[in-house]
């Protein structure tokens, strides 16, 4: 009960929840790059990945679950810090925090709306159904997964949207993987600039290798 | 040297304030900030005007008492230094200054530059101490505690508990002020005892009395008068994870 209501247990969900959504963003992240790897791979991947049936279904309400908790959670401690500092001041300098730091509800929201246009794009395949028709012929006796990812990158439009999500974030890690590592208290004093520097490397690795995906299909550096 | 200030004026907690702007005439830069603004409402009283309240004491800084923020930095953004102890040899002629209160929900303002910090006491009362027999003077080495404990703990010690991690915090968190406490008591055999309750009952009144959570901005380290490192606010962190166990 402590856990969800006091101050530093809702931080700590938040952490052990953003954490394991960074897991999984690695996850799919090395998935994804498997376009890299001509145009079977990725086929191949997600033949796999659907044949795992029912497994399919508890991992996506397990993602379901650290969702609602991380953006609930977030949300409602962005929502009390605001009320607990109503009045502004005439000239505030700014000594250590970042822009990133100041922006993760905001990231977070983007990152919220990128994931519901992102499930309803390649998930549900509601949107841009021109690109969805290419899984259809098959190849090889697969769905065509890695036509779809890239007729849809084709268009400068979805790929910006793609870019901007991935910016955010990159923002939002960048903030968010050594706060991980303060939150769960294994910062020493001595360790804390380096593990804010590590952490944005780390963010910077993520930002870079997911906004690879769209610009290799829309520079044509990967082609169809 | 002369100044321009612009100084947050209120008459009391419910009252409407506002910025007013005054000149500060014949600035010695030898004079402590607190001196200056002494001369400022000496003018203002022979004026028959309210001179500009705000709270003070030690003027050494070691009571915590001084509480501005000047120029957007709590007691002024000098390294490790409080109100009473910036001078105006910082300043040069012509600059103009912003003075104003703490500003957080926790901390209504009774008036101009004065706050209300008692939330800070009302964490203290929630767990800030040991509960042991205090008895005789004790022996000096029967209860044995090594150095680097020691030092430790005399670090966190070093809170004067002025406020000015809640008043440059984005979310008024009194994270840095309440791990301070934590963490000192934590370390230290007579601590121990009452370690897991301590954590638990200060950080829920840190929520009950308004302030806001922390989302680690480390605003607060940098404007600590006294350097306490944000280490401890991951030391109370430690402490809270501790206490399920
Ligand atoms: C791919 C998705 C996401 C990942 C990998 C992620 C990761 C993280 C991580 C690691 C943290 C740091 C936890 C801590 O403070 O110790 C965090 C904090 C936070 N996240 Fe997310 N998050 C994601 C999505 C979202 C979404 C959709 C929201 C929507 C509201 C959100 C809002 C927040 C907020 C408000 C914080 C706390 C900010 C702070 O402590 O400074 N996040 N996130
Ligand atoms: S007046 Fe005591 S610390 Fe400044």
Redesign the interface.
Known sequence: M??IT???????LMAVTGMMLVGFITVHLLGNLSIFAGSEAINIYAEKLHSLGPIVWIFRLIMLGLFAVHIALGIQ?TM??????????????????TFA??S?IYTGLILLAFLLYHLLHFTVQVVHTDAVATLQPLVNGRLNVFAMVGNSFNSAFVSIAYVVAMCALFLHLS?GL??FI????????PS?DKVSAIGKLVAIFFGLAYIAIPLAFLFHIVKI | MNLTLHVWRQKGPEAKGELETYQAKNVSEDQSFLEMLDDVNEDLIKAGKDPIAFDHDCREGICGMCSQVINGKPHGGQERTTVCQLHMRSFNDGDEIFIEPWRAKAFPIHKDLIVDRNALEVIMQAGGFTSCHTGGVADGNALLIPKPVADYAMDAAECIGCGACVASCPNSSAMLFTSAKVAQLAVLPQGKGEAKARVKNMTETMLSEGFGNCTNHYECQEACPKGINVKFIATLNREYIKSFC
């Open positions: 402590h856990l006091s101050s530093v247990g809702r931080k700590l401690l009390e810090n605001s009320s607990a500092s109503p009045e502004a001041y005439a000239i505030k300098a700014r000594l250590k925090t730091a100041e993760m903030h050594q706060s303060q939150t769960l208290g294994l910062n020493n004093g804390q």
